[in-house]
C-alpha cells in the first residue's frame, strides 16, 4: 500500500524571496549576479527558459535619481526588463529545502542605475500557493 498527503504546505503560506546577493545594493557591480533565495521550494516551471517581460519574475534595469538619502531607484521610469535565462538550484536551509535563483545580466549595467526585481503572485510553491 501507498500513502501520499500530496504536496505539505507546512507554513501555509506563500513563498516569500529574499536578497542574498550582491550584498552591497547601493554600491553594486556593473556586471552584478543577483541571487534571490525563497522560503520554501517554487513551482520553477515559468523560469525554465529565458525570461521575458511577461515572467513571474522580472528584472528591471531603471536609471537611479540623486535623492536627499543618495541614489535611489526611479520606478516612475519606463525601465529595461533585462532578458536572460536563470540559474535555478535548490539549499537545505533549517530543516526544510528551498529553492535559489541565480540571475546574471547578459549586459554590463551602465552607472547611476538600478535593478528592480519584481516577483509577481503568479509564480508559486509547490503546493499552488
Given at each position: 500500500m501507498?500513502?501520499?498527503?500530496?504536496?505539505?504546505d507546512?507554513?501555509?503560506?506563500?513563498?516569500?524571496a529574499?536578497?542574498?546577493a550582491?550584498?552591497?545594493?547601493?554600491?553594486?557591480?556593473?556586471?552584478?549576479?543577483?541571487?534571490?533565495?525563497?522560503?520554501e521550494?517554487i513551482?520553477?516551471?515559468?523560469?525554465?527558459?529565458?525570461?521575458?517581460?511577461?515572467?513571474?519574475?522580472?528584472?528591471?534595469?531603471?536609471?537611479?535619481?540623486s535623492?536627499?538619502?543618495?541614489?535611489?531607484?526611479d520606478?516612475?521610469?519606463?525601465?529595461?526588463?533585462?532578458?536572460?535565462?536563470?540559474?535555478l538550484?535548490?539549499?537545505?536551509?533549517?530543516?526544510?529545502?528551498?529553492?535559489?535563483?541565480?540571475?546574471?545580466?547578459?549586459?554590463?549595467?551602465?552607472?547611476?542605475?538600478?535593478?528592480?526585481?519584481?516577483?509577481?503572485a503568479?509564480?508559486?510553491?509547490?503546493?499552488g500557493?
Amino acid at each position: 500500500m501507498v500513502a501520499s498527503r500530496g504536496i505539505a504546505d507546512d507554513d501555509q503560506q506563500p513563498p516569500s524571496a529574499s536578497l542574498v546577493a550582491p550584498t552591497n545594493t547601493n554600491a553594486a557591480p556593473l556586471d552584478p549576479t543577483i541571487v534571490l533565495r525563497f522560503s520554501e521550494l517554487i513551482d520553477t516551471t515559468p523560469l525554465r527558459g529565458a525570461l521575458t517581460p511577461s515572467s513571474p519574475l522580472r528584472y528591471t534595469l531603471r536609471r537611479a535619481i540623486s535623492g536627499a538619502n543618495g541614489l535611489t531607484c526611479d520606478r516612475d521610469s519606463a525601465g529595461t526588463v533585462l532578458l536572460g535565462i536563470p540559474r535555478l538550484s535548490t539549499e537545505h536551509v533549517g530543516d526544510h529545502d528551498v529553492t535559489v535563483v541565480t540571475f546574471k545580466p547578459t549586459v554590463q549595467l551602465p552607472g547611476e542605475s538600478c535593478v528592480e526585481v519584481v516577483v509577481t503572485a503568479d509564480l508559486r510553491d509547490l503546493s499552488g500557493r
